[in-house]
């Protein structure tokens, strides 16, 4: 036990420590070396090894997954259904286009196949340049933490392939830069550019949690139009949007998201069940087979989860009041993105890219004297873990691990957020007396 406390203070002191040295420094060399391993790579053996080497499940030709937007551009100009086929992708992973029908826009740009090596590049550096200056000044210890997270396997999966998933951090890291304007012209146009991000993706529509930063009277305004207008999308979409969720994947390793722990769960008591010789429809009666089955399930343990958050929240109410919220806007995009898009689908690794977000505010929580400190510190841990423990959780004891650590950041989401709402909404989500809303 004093060993861990040990570790503990450690880990409190290098991140409170302060130094004139930038720990941004730190990122960018660690990203540098990084990168160029993979160039030099190319001198002695082929792309594809040397990536999976590093831990990076990669195909055989880079930006993979932006060659089906760019051929799926390409073919769509010649009058092909390219969410029935797409000839003009030269390889053979999802050759169907898997992607909202607004990307198919870009073909008036006259964009193909022969662009995507550029256009990937492009994406990528803009992306890390977003992530550099999103960051702020760190002393060594958050740059080490920084250049873990950055150079990670999941976070390099969705480089390595050039997913779409860039542009949106792009464009939400350009709506958190114009989102402290203190004209209300530029935070209008922060709100759409989460709107416009949504309908690129729609799991992005779980960051109008940024709106919150506003008054109640412009939130409800801005929230009821902005949630209009993409609803108003989703049903004129809908049919698309059903061809785009057939023809994309869902798995369970190198991937987050609610059904993955269950579903495994489950097939895994199952299993066990059968050699002891029960017959199956015993074990039917026992654990909950069919979809819907699950997500009554599922929604049993959020609930009773989220009401024993509900009540520790109650209980240190009054102590909460005097967190700090440096860096609530940006903590509140990611954390948001993270909770939607594992309670609604399996996401790909890849899209925990959006943690990034989450860093700053989890790290000046770890710096204070708060009830979050340990929480906070816990959360790095879990978050640092699971963008690398997926190079071997695929199965067994680390899959569980991987999938328990993603249900942990899960709920230190949803508590942290509920902590810091707004005053004006905690009156509105919860019965406070007037006496306590005043402290």
């Known amino acids: ?125 803009i992306f890390l340049v977003m992530v550099l200056i999103s960051i702020k000044n760190l002393n060594f210890a958050e740059g080490l933490i920084y250049s873990l997270v950055l150079c990670s396997p999941a976070v390099m999966l969705g480089i390595e392939r050039a997913n779409n998933d860039l542009i949106i951090f792009i464009i939400l890291s350009i709506s958190l830069l114009l989102i402290n304007s203190s004209q209300i012209i530029w935070r209008l146009t922060s709100y759409l550019l989460l709107l416009f991000a949504a309908i690129l993706k729609i799991y992005p529509i779980f960051a109008l949690s940024l709106i919150l930063r506003e008054s109640r009277r412009k939130f409800f305004i801005i929230t009821t139009f902005l949630t209009g207008v993409f609803v108003s999308y989703l049903i004129a979409e809908f049919n698309n949007f059903k061809q785009v969720y057939l023809a994309t994947p869902q798995v369970n390793y190198w991937s987050y998201g609610s059904k993955i722990l269950l579903s495994s769960l489950f097939n895994h008591i ?25 997500i009554i399930l599922l929604l049993a343990i959020v609930i009773f989860v989220s009401c024993l958050i509900y009540i520790l929240y109650k209980l240190n109410y009054q102590i909460n009041e005097n967190i700090n919220i440096n860096f609530i806007d940006a903590f509140r995009l990611g954390a948001s993105i993270y909770i939607g898009s594992f309670l609604i689908t399996n996401s790909w690794a890849y899209r925990l890219i959006f943690l990034i977000f989450t860093l700053p505010q989890i790290l000046s929580w770890m710096k204070k004297e708060s009830c979050l400190r340990f929480l906070s510190m816990f959360s790095i841990l879990a978050i640092i873990l699971t963008v690398w423990i997926k190079i071997k959780a695929v199965a067994g004891l680390l899959f569980y691990v991987d999938q328990i650590m993603n249900w942990v950041i899960l709920f230190y989401f949803i508590y942290t957020l509920i902590l810091t709402l707004p005053q004006w909404f905690k009156k509105q989500l919860f019965i406070i007396d007037n006496k306590a809303s005043q402290l």
């Open 270 to 294: 199952k299993a066990i069940i059968k050699t002891l010789g029960i017959n199956k429809q015993s074990i039917y009666r026992v654990l909950p087979d069919s979809f819907s089955q699950k």
């Open 1 to 125: 036990m004093k060993f861990i406390l040990g570790i503990y203070n450690y880990i409190i002191y290098q991140i409170k420590k302060t130094s004139s040295f930038d720990g941004r420094i730190i990122v960018i060399t660690c990203l540098s070396i990084y990168f160029l391993m993979i160039y030099s790579s190319t001198l002695f053996t082929n792309y594809y090894d040397f990536w999976n080497l590093l831990g990076v499940p990669a195909r055989p030709y880079p930006f993979g997954d932006l060659w089906v937007i760019t051929s799926g551009i390409e073919c769509h100009r010649l009058g092909y259904n390219i969410y029935k086929e797409n000839p003009c992708n030269p390889w053979p992973y999802f050759a169907e286009f898997n992607y909202p029908r607004i990307w198919l826009s870009l073909t008036n740009l006259g964009l193909s196949s022969s662009h995507t090596i550029l256009l990937g590049t492009s994406i990528i550096i």
